[in-house]
């Protein structure tokens, strides 16, 4: 299996709702792990888009996994990766068609069985056991708080009002 350097994901999708998309990959450390989180804006409901999402620096995997978790409806055309192989048999860049099942057009809303409550419901006891009469209350080791206490301000700026990320690079082993 082929060691990836994957640059961009691309989805084609329609959706009344904003979602985020979730990148994982096996490399570094051989177990599929999470390497990137995607901010995916909300398209039209009625007109498929298609949009591009630049991956961090240096993303490599040979086993990747795209999860895509809306916070509406969603509609998944089609989703790719713009990668391409390292090492022994090198490619130049070219997508790759990652595998997505297409919502059919006559899709609907599902029942599911849960019994509805009815109108004569009742409370329930709870199998939980008294509270035995002879209880004691505990005091727990804490020193008291001495009468001279004051309030330590510590060191850390305040966040700024649009902060400047830095993109840090992981070596690999």
């Keep these: 299996m082929e060691t990836r ?30 390497r990137q989180t995607i901010a995916v804006p909300a398209a039209q409901a009625s007109t498929a888009v298609t949009r591009e999402f630049v991956l961090g620096p240096n993303l490599r995997g040979r086993l990747v996994r795209v999860t895509l978790s809306p916070a509406g409806q969603l509609r998944l055309h089609g989703a790719r990766l713009w990668n391409k192989i390292l090492g022994g048999q ?4 070219h997508w790759v068609p990652l595998p997505v099942v297409d919502t059919p057009d006559a899709w609907g809303a599902m029942r599911l069985p849960i019994t ?18 002879g ?39």
């Excluded at 090198?90 to 860049?93: F, G, H, M, Q």
């Excluded at 509805?116 to 035995?132: C, F, G, H, K, Y």
């Excluded at 008291?144 to 992981?170: H, M, N, Y």
């Design 5 to 34: 350097l994957l640059r961009k994901l691309e989805l084609t999708y329609t959706s009344g709702a904003a979602s985020t998309a979730t990148l994982e990959t096996d490399l570094p450390g051989g177990v599929l792990a999470l």
């Design 90 to 93: 090198a490619s130049e860049w």
């Design 116 to 133: 509805p409550t009815p109108d004569e419901w009742s409370m329930m006891r709870l199998p939980i056991e008294a509270t035995p009469d």
């Design 135 to 173: 209880w004691q209350a505990m005091r727990l080791p804490i020193d008291p708080t001495p009468d001279g206490w004051q309030t330590l301000k510590l060191p850390v700026p305040p966040t700024a009002q649009q902060p400047r990320w830095s993109e840090i690079p992981v070596d690999e082993p």
